[in-house]
């Protein structure tokens, strides 16, 4: 049965799917934490890998992966970005051109809706529903024929993974208000049973002030939830960063036309102030990121994929129980009726 593994980065974004032969990583914020499971593992081949862009916290650790002599990494799949300009971005650059170079890496410099080929893959269709061909062409930073222009987060490649000719999970790594708009106009659906929410749960506009950020997050996730209509959220968050996943966020989640599990990678400070207990028996062997300093809520997650029964067969029982006996405040939980 195939798996997607969502790993405990801390703020960012890491996902890696086993799909029969087929072995695909979708951002690596953490290279030496993905690693760790590679070699747990026995496994010295990534067949794919899908940066869906160019923000520190989706690919810090993808240099170090294609540079170890441990992993071959078959493909990379990016879209280009002349307005990014950072350490990261630059470093990523040149080990690109150099894996090229020295190993063979091909390197796919445009992804996004209507490519010509399509992503490898065995029981499990990956579908790229953005960015659209004329963002691709306009980019970070350009400006489109209306005078808006681009961010990198509006230029976050979105997926849907489909299994059974069902769609599960929905992976849109940074998206904002404008990419789904720009999803809609082009009549693509967005439904999955699974959403990892865009941005981390935090703030998806730089408005002028708290109160707008919050009308726009509202605006945002309530449209995102009627399009998707998940059944399981998942936030990948860094305890004590931004202060994700945002609770105008969570509240929209609870409001919603149907009941949605929320978990979290870490355990946000708007749920607990306090210490967690140290190896709370809820977190599988997986490694994850706030596991040493016992920040872990969900943690690393492994999801089976299994049509539309893969919700239903998720074990919570432990992690529940975690939640209830040593969180004092769960944004995850409805509130109280009074």
């Known amino acids: 049965m195939p798996s997607l593994i969502i790993f405990d980065v801390g703020h960012g974004s890491c996902a890696f799917l086993q799909d029969g032969a087929v072995r695909t990583l979708f951002d690596c914020k953490d290279a030496s934490l993905l690693v760790e499971f590679l070699l747990a593992h026995n496994i010295d081949k990534i067949d794919q890998v899908v940066i869906s862009h160019t923000d520190a916290d989706h690919i810090a650790g993808i240099a170090a992966l294609i540079q170890s002599d441990y992993v071959q990494i078959g493909s990379v799949y990016v879209n280009a970005d002349a307005a990014k300009d950072t350490d990261v971005w630059s470093e990523l650059k040149i080990a690109l051109q150099d894996a090229a170079d020295k190993k063979g890496l091909e390197v ?21 529903v953005a960015p659209g061909i004329l963002w691709r062409l306009t980019g970070n930073g350009g400006r489109l024929p209306n005078g808006d ?14 299994h059974d000719n069902h769609p599960v999970v929905l992976l849109p790594g940074d998206m904002d208000m404008p990419a789904l708009q720009e999803i809609v106009a082009r009549n693509q659906q967005l439904t999955a049973d699974i959403l990892v929410f865009p941005h981390h749960g935090g703030y998806v506009s730089a408005a002028g002030n708290a109160a ?127």
């Open 149 to 162: 222009s681009l961010n990198a987060n509006s230029m976050s490649v979105v997926l849907r993974l489909h």
């Open 212 to 338: 707008a950020r919050q009308a726009e997050n509202i605006a945002f996730t309530t449209d995102l939830l009627s399009r998707c209509a998940p059944r399981m959220v998942v936030f990948s968050i860094g305890r004590g960063i931004h202060a994700t996943p945002r609770p105008e966020i969570i509240q929209q989640i609870h409001d919603g036309p149907q009941p949605c599990v929320i978990s979290c990678t870490q355990l946000s400070e708007h749920c607990h102030a306090g210490a967690t207990p140290a190896n709370p028996i809820h977190l599988g062997p997986l490694p994850a990121r706030g596991r040493p300093g016992n920040r872990c809520c969900g943690g690393s997650m492994e999801i089976q994929l299994a049509g539309n029964g893969t919700v239903a067969a998720i074990v919570r029982q432990l992690h529940t129980d975690f939640i209830t006996n040593h969180v004092t405040t769960p944004l995850c939980l409805p509130p109280a009726v009074p």
């Open 108 to 128: 796919m410099t445009t992804i996004g809706a209507n490519m010509p080929n399509s992503l490898d893959h065995d029981a499990v269709r990956i579908e790229v």
